[in-house]
């Protein structure tokens, strides 16, 4: 197929059946940024709302700029992959302090921003600007990696390196945005992981197709097992209270809050030291139902355990005592969150 029909016919199929609504569909730069980065490993459906309660409580980049790292991790919470919230609090005030507000227009400069890639720059100059700059996404690879019957996974050097060459030679002349829209759209309604074949508008051009690899392409990616960790976290209570701690800058929900934790799972003695370690004192405490989560590179199995405490203890650096009302406004963890919503329901 030539690459100039492809896109062509790629462009009339967005117009008829893409997705036209959404509510970053905008050309303002500020929201194609913010939602290219809560799209990164995110489904549209999660990120609308998480995007429309972001956009309204930080509407322009000088306002996220001034913003504290704890309070734009408050709207983030519950996204994931919360390095994203912390580059995108950074790369706000590069902009705010360091470009006078104004937002680069070339994808290499947006490359130099922390946490953009090569791909989430090209989307947010096409978009705004209409600069002619392909995408890579995975929706993107599944599509050209059918088409052209590329038998490899999604992460292959040699077939990313080729995928690339093709996607840059499909590029149109014109209607930059549409087509980009309709690549990311192709592959997320229709060209999915099981394709929908039969109402493929590229039915005859299609490789894997023709040799019935379909399913096949691209190939999975190498499975590795992933180490479990066990952790025991320590819901301590008193009236409307809770103590939480807050991560350190480092590992997983780094400058979140969450629950005190302890590596393994403890015993009843072992909590009794613990806490009394902390200054106070136990009135009753409970297990709670364990249940996993899983990042990344490991799967942490988290052990609650309910502590009625008879007091506060003494102030300790980095842990807080916060009132029921106020939890929904503190960054919390998604499985933290939702644990905590469960004991105080």
């Not at 509407?59 to 996204?79: F, H, K, R």
Request: hydrophobic fraction near 40%; charge should be positive.
């Amino acid at each position: 197929m030539q690459t100039k029909q492809f896109s062509t016919k790629l462009i009339q199929w967005q117009k008829e059946n893409g997705r036209h609504h959404l509510p970053w569909q905008v050309k303002d730069p500020y929201a194609r940024w913010v939602s290219e980065i809560m799209l990164q490993q995110t489904q549209v459906s999660t990120v609308i709302e998480y995007f429309e309660r972001f956009m309204s409580r930080f509407p322009t980049v000088q306002s996220l700029a001034c913003a504290t790292e704890d309070e734009v991790m408050q709207y983030w919470s519950g996204l994931g992959y919360y390095s994203r919230a912390r580059n995108l609090h950074k790369t706000a005030q590069i902009i705010v302090n360091e470009n006078f507000g104004v937002f680069p227009k070339e994808r290499t400069e947006w490359e130099a921003l922390p946490g953009i890639g090569r791909s989430t720059a090209a989307a947010i100059v096409a978009f705004s600007f209409g600069a002619k700059e392909t995408i890579l996404d995975g929706n993107v690879k599944r599509v050209l990696m059918r088409l052209h019957g590329i038998d490899a996974r999604a992460d292959d050097k040699d077939a990313v390196k080729r995928l690339w060459a093709l996607a840059e030679d499909c590029l149109p002349d014109e209607n930059i945005d549409v087509y980009i829209q309709g690549l990311m759209d192709f592959g997320a309604t229709l060209c999915t992981k099981h394709p929908k074949c039969l109402t493929c508008i590229f039915q005859k051009e299609c490789k894997a197709l023709e040799a019935g690899l379909q399913e096949q392409i691209p190939r999975p990616k190498k499975r590795l097992d992933r180490p479990v960790k066990e952790r025991t976290f320590l819901l301590l209570w008193l009236d409307n209270e809770c103590l939480l701690q807050k991560r350190a800058e480092k590992g997983v929900w780094k400058g979140l809050f969450s629950l005190p934790q302890k590596e393994g799972i403890l015993t009843e003695q072992q909590i009794e030291v613990a806490v009394r370690a902390m200054g106070m004192t136990i009135k009753n405490m409970r297990p709670l139902e364990s249940f996993s989560h899983d990042f990344s590179h490991y799967r942490l199995i988290l052990h609650p355990v309910a502590i009625r405490v008879q007091d506060k203890g003494e102030s300790i650096a980095n842990q807080r005592w916060v009132s029921l009302s106020e939890l929904p406004d503190i960054g919390l963890p998604a499985p933290i969150r939702g644990l905590l919503e469960r004991f105080f329901a």
